[in-house]
């Protein structure tokens, strides 16, 4: 893990000042201008100490700018940060580096793993105490090197740190860090705060909640004109045609009404090959529903179809967009509620990973999980439709 990206976890944690520099030493706020990190009594140089990341070497300002912009919009951050000439960072990494930086994780890596690339020190800003740590170290070295000898008394100091040495090098070699595991984050002992949700949860659930008293009607979208509710036929979910998708025509019937994953070839044998699929769902705040389940826009006639898309299935096949209204994966997603489901364990698609997609993760062996993967899919599905302005009678 970098260094310097370890040390910004740490002041960001600590709530110690940050302090931008430009060329000639002068705090400023502009990140885009300035050249030099303060972080306590070291300093990084913004543009040459690199991070690698999907085997690309990214500036230390462009991770230090994701903290910065982190109640932005993925839109809004990405806009603005290619004005301002910094890198971006893809969103699910942009979402693993904040939960980094915040404490909710305690390491930040993508498949590749993180690695710094810089073989620039940290610079310390006073010297004088620089120096007397450098004596403190020699002095604990000597200490520990003389107990050593003491203990074996045959061996002499430095045939003991470089047996030390040597003993570290080969342990070194052969450590992996591994991520944790999704499911790992919620069974951990550490307490995680979670207060800066409820703002969120106020802007999002609660006002919508509270306003739909003011508002007669089906379920549906706002009506612009009139402020209240219209009718809206059954919304859409579009799945993915690829057959290297995990759910398919062939088992999201069973999957989503039933809680039970069935794999897309054994599924496919006691499918009926229908193109249409309805399925009913009975949800806490909008009440009973029914969805349409298509994986093809053939049936979309008219561009009103796509007003009731309220989800889309990807795999990251960009060739899934061919027939879309919007065919930019990156702006399609910023309009509908994506979702990538995969295997615990697996490899997410490189292109899905720069997407506005919600993963869903499915254990691949263990169906006793089945249930509670898909009611959290029917939950978070709900949340999207009441952000977007549907509510029940």
């Known amino acids: 893990m970098s260094t310097a990206l370890a040390d910004l976890r740490s002041s960001i944690i600590a709530k110690s000042p940050i302090t931008l520099l430009d060329a000639a030493g002068t705090a400023i706020d502009d990140i885009s201008l300035a050249t030099t990190i303060v972080l306590g009594e070291k300093q990084y140089n913004l543009h040459q100490e690199t991070i690698k990341i ?50 909710q994780s305690t390491t930040f890596l993508d498949s590749s793993s993180v690695v710094s690339s810089s073989t620039t020190a940290p610079v310390k800003i006073k010297t004088d105490e620089a120096e007397e740590d450098k004596k403190k170290q020699e002095n604990y070295v000597g200490s520990g090197a003389a107990a050593a000898t003491a203990a074996a008394g045959e061996v002499s ?18 450590e992996l860090e591994v991520p944790l595991l999704h499911d790992n984050l919620f069974q951990g002992v550490k307490s995680i705060n979670f207060e800066y949700l409820v703002k969120e949860a106020e802007l999002k659930i609660v006002k919508p909640l509270k306003s739909k008293s003011s508002h007669g009607g089906k379920i549906g979208k706002p009506d612009k004109a009139n402020g209240g509710g219209k009718k809206v036929d059954n919304p859409i979910i579009l799945l ?16 989503l009404e039933n809680g039970v994953f069935k794999e897309p070839n054994a599924a496919s044998s006691q ?14 705040n909008l009440g009973p529903q029914q969805f349409l389940i298509v994986n ?17 299935f990807t795999t990251g096949q960009l060739w899934q967009f061919k027939n879309y209204s919007i065919k930019d994966p990156e702006k399609l997603f910023q309009k509908f509620k994506g979702y990538y489901f995969g295997y615990e364990g697996a490899l997410m698609n490189k292109n899905a990973q720069d997407w506005n997609v919600e993963v869903v993760k499915i254990d691949r062996n ?9 009611e959290q899919f029917w ?10 302005g549907f509510r029940k009678n």
Do not use: C
């Not at 263990?366 to 898909?374: A, C, L, M």
């Open 366 to 374: 263990r169906r006793f999980n089945d249930k509670e993967i898909s």
């Open 296 to 312: 093809s826009t053939d049936f979309f006639t008219k561009m009103e179809y796509w007003d009731r898309v309220v989800a889309i």
């Open 157 to 174: 100091n430095s045939n003991n740190n470089n047996k030390n040495n040597n003993n570290n090098n080969n342990i070194a070699s052969n």
């Open 379 to 388: 939950r978070s599905l709900e949340r999207s439709m009441m952000i977007q």
């Open 240 to 255: 993915s045609p690829a057959t290297s998708a995990l759910i398919q025509m062939s088992n999201i019937k069973e999957f």
């Open 54 to 103: 999907n085997n690309k070497d990214l500036p230390l300002q462009a991770f230090y700018n994701v903290w910065v912009m982190r109640d932005f919009s993925t839109a809004d951050y990405i806009s603005q940060s290619q004005s301002k000439n910094i890198p971006t960072i893809s969103f699910h990494n942009k979402s693993e580096l904040i939960k980094y930086f915040d404490g």
């Open 271 to 284: 499918s009926t090959g229908t193109n249409l699929i309805r399925i009913k769902k009975v949800f806490p």
